[in-house]
């Protein structure tokens, strides 16, 4: 790969982010173009193409972040819900940011976009 994504411009300091959690491996922040208040990106800071790509131990650690930020915006904004996200392939929309991530974002009917 030779363009760094923006995974790893965020984990180099190139971009600024609001990172809400950082590991050797893996790093969650707040995307820069929400969906809504409370959107954050989980990734690996190393560079995956797909879900089935991940090491068996970084994947539960993304799930474990997932499940530690879920409880915290449930505390914190008491949503209508909360989506857990991931995408896989070519589609457009599916290839920003280039690297396997999980999105996790509050849903509540009167933000939804």
Known sequence: MNEQSVVQKIVSRELDAVIVY????VIAFADHDP???G??????????RTLLDLPDHLLLEIHDVARD??????IRFKPDGIGLMQNNGSYPEFE????KS???SRENLSVLS
């Open 102 to 104: 999980l999105r996790v």
């Open 35 to 37: 969906i809504n208040f």
């Open 96 to 99: 920003e940011p280039p690297n």
């Open 22 to 25: 950082e590991s050797d491996e």
């Open 69 to 74: 930020l879920y409880r915290r915006l449930e």
């Open 39 to 48: 959107h954050i990106l989980i990734a690996p800071k190393a560079h995956y």
